[in-house]
């Protein structure tokens, strides 16, 4: 079994093994070696692997898979062969590690805060490429977290962040660990490896974590939405966190900005404008709606005792378009309406039998009710329907 070297170091970025095994890898140009000891951590538990080298002579082979198999043997997946026997030298990218172990140890925090303040038992870390998330069961079986709980167990772990609170990791002996008050029952029964935080999180745990709580850095709540029953909370710490502060910092004062308003006042300032917006829509439908109309009544003439009213109206708004319609076909009486805006608008009054699904499919792509129909079609479908009318008639 590979003697695992990060157990007793989390910050072991460099180290020297020799080869034990080595056979191809899963696709051409791999191979896989397993080391009689190594700093590599392999996927599991929901933290990733390491990435890195193992160089021997000028020869530097690049790590780019760890993982364990049943046997405990932590297999790395590198570029070129490396034969058994050979001394490596060994070099984790510290700068994934590190981000690596910001997030898994600021879950355990978030985790233990839960239990501790909520009641609700943690299931599953999965830490991606932005965010992580865990699942959450509560007692009551809720699916979601208010407002204030969010903030309250940000507070939380972030005061304990910043008390900067010894990390420790160690593998009790059978009789210590019965003892011990763990947050939930170990999923191992052999090798049990134990991380207490302060006095306020103890677990068992494989992975690798922060030397003390300051090291997490930083953990904000990104959501805590309903999933399969439980809820699902995703978070950022360390330096995603600091990158997103920026982030938001940086959009907050490009609108605050182009509102004109503090940062604080960003969301009532966005309502009123979004309200000014939806009136003065209102009002340039209205004063266009009656802008058509008037054209309307310009356009009408009589036929076999109908209004026909014919007309193209380019650039125009299809809502005012369609009040127009309804209000002209309302008032009127005994009239017929052909229009051609940013669509073809076919409408008869209730007294008029012609019917206008059957006309505009005629003349153009579209359809709809007898009394009123539109499609897609260029304005001179206009004239060509007005045709169709005057020559068969209007009933
Ligand atoms: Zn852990």
């Keep these: 079994m590979t003697e695992r070297l990060y157990y007793d170091d989390a910050y072991l970025w460099a180290f ?6 080595v ?19 392999p996927t599991s538990g929901g933290q990733p692997f390491d ?12 790590v780019t898979d760890v993982e364990a198999d049943a046997e ?16 490596v030298h060994g070099e984790i990218d510290g700068a994934r590690r590190t981000d690596h172990m910001e997030q898994h140890g600021g879950e355990h925090m978030l985790a233990g805060a839960i239990w501790e303040k909520l009641g609700g038992t943690t299931i599953g870390l999965h830490l991606g490429q932005t965010e992580s998330s865990i699942d959450v069961s509560m007692p009551d079986e809720r699916t979601h977290l208010t407002d204030e709980e969010i903030l309250m167990l940000e507070n939380t772990v972030n ?18 660990l019965k003892k011990l008050p763990l947050r939930k029952a170990p999923t191992v029964t052999e090798h049990v490896r134990i991380v207490a935080m302060g006095d306020f999180e103890m677990v068992a745990c494989g992975g690798t974590h922060p030397a003390s709580t300051g090291r997490i850095g930083l953990l904000k709540i990104i959501s805590a939405i309903p999933a399969k029953g439980k809820i699902r909370v995703s978070f950022v710490c360390g330096g995603r966190a600091v990158s997103l502060f920026q982030t938001y910092m940086r959009f907050a004062d490009k609108a605050g900005a182009a509102l004109s308003c503090p940062v604080e006042k960003l969301s009532s300032a966005a309502a009123e404008l979004k309200y000014r917006l939806s009136e003065a829509e209102k009002r340039a439908n209205r004063l266009e709606t009656r ?15 109908v209004t026909l009213c014919a007309f193209v109206l380019p650039e125009t708004d299809g809502k005012a378009v369609t009040a127009a319609v309804s209000e002209y076909i309302s008032a009127k009486g005994r009239a017929v309406l052909l229009c051609a805006g940013e ?13 206008m699904n059957e006309l505009i499919k005629r ?3 579209g359809g709809g009710r007898p009394d009123m129909a539109s499609g897609a079609g260029i304005p001179e479908c206009v004239s060509v329907a007005k045709k169709i009318l005057v020559t068969e008639g209007i009933g």
């Design 16 to 21: 020297d093994a020799v080869v034990t095994s």
């Design 23 to 41: 056979k191809n890898g899963k696709r051409p140009g791999e191979w896989e070696v397993t080391l009689d000891r190594s700093a590599f951590y």
């Design 51 to 62: 990435t890195g080298t193992l160089g021997y002579g000028k020869v530097k082979a690049r």
């Design 72 to 87: 405990g043997e932590v297999i790395h997946t590198v570029d070129r062969e490396i034969p058994a026997g050979t001394a």
């Design 159 to 176: 005061e304990r962040i910043r008390m900067d609170a010894p990390i420790r990791c160690w593998f009790p002996e059978k009789d210590e």
């Design 291 to 305: 802008e058509i109309l008037a054209k309307m009544e310009e356009a009408g003439e009589e036929i076999s005792g």
């Design 343 to 355: 669509r073809l608008t076919f409408a008869r009054s209730a007294d008029v039998k012609t019917d």
């Design 363 to 365: 003349v153009a792509r």
